[in-house]
Antibody, heavy 123, light 108 residues
Framework: EVQLVETGGGLIQPGGSLRLSCAAS????????MNWVRQAPGKGLEWVSV???????YYADSVKGRFTISRDNSKNTLFLQMNSLRAEDTAVYYC?????????????????WGQGTLVTVSS | EIVLTQSPGTLSLSPGERATLSCRAS???????LAWYQQKPGQAPRLLIY???SRATGIPDRFSGSGSGTDFTLTISRLEPEDFAVYYC?????????FGQGTKVEIK
């Protein structure tokens, strides 16, 4: 069974840093496109970042230069390092797998999601 | 940059009724790369439809997607109690991969 479990959220002051983790089971992180998607309280969904199977990474303009996506293949875990945090980064952060069907996988729409971890940026 | 506008904002219906949700794109969505998700309070989104009309694994056939270019529709043929939720469309044809603002389907 595919499962994604995020940890690492919490209350952080503006300008601070936080690292989110997403432990995967039931599939191999390095063989899939893995994403972070966030949702501000009471708001809609916003794609944040993706890491390709080959290791290439891409970011939304809103986080480029501040956030870094990575993975640890030995731990089958995805990470999001968030630096220079702002109030507008306050959100539930979900890790999500790019959809796989019929042996093919796609990066930018998502078939499995974690339960999310809340990041609150406030003084 | 493609902007997605969903309508209506809220749909008030009774169980057993048909729900029709609209997602309109500001530009043509390449290859009809349009997905629909369902989200219930306190839960992660759930993929329903991809490629505008293909149902994801395990999704009941009362959910169907249609459309092309700039106009897309999610139809729920007969609402079950568990279908009352917020629905989002998402385009993945061109960066940035944006979502619509959502349509809430509530019990009338």
């Amino acid at each position: 069974e595919v499962q994604l479990v995020e940890t690492g959220g919490g209350l952080i002051q503006p300008g601070g840093s936080l690292r989110l983790s997403c432990a995967a089971s039931g599939f191999t992180v390095s063989s899939n496109y893995m994403n972070w998607v966030r949702q501000a309280p009471g708001k809609g969904l916003e794609w944040v970042s993706v890491i390709y199977t080959g290791g290439s990474t891409y970011y939304a303009d809103s986080v480029k230069g501040r956030f870094t996506i990575s993975r640890d293949n030995s731990k089958n875990t995805l990470f999001l390092q968030m630096n220079s945090l702002r109030a507008e980064d306050t959100a539930v952060y979900y890790c999500a797998r790019g959809h796989c069907s019929g042996g093919s996988c796609y990066p930018y729409y998502f078939d499995y999601w974690g339960q999310g971890t809340l990041v609150t940026v406030s003084s | 940059e493609i902007v997605l506008t969903q309508s209506p904002g809220t749909l008030s219906l009774s169980p057993g009724e048909r729900a029709t949700l609209s997602c309109r794109a500001s530009q043509s969505v390449g290859s009809n790369y349009l997905a629909w998700y369902q989200q219930k309070p306190g839960q992660a989104p759930r993929l329903l439809i991809y490629g505008a009309s293909s149902r994801a694994t395990g999704i009941p056939d009362r959910f169907s997607g249609s459309g092309s270019g700039t106009d897309f529709t999610l139809t729920i043929s007969r609402l079950e109690p568990e279908d009352f939720a917020v629905y989002y469309c998402q385009q993945y044809g061109s960066s940035p991969w944006r979502f619509g603002q959502g349509t809430k389907v509530e019990i009338k």
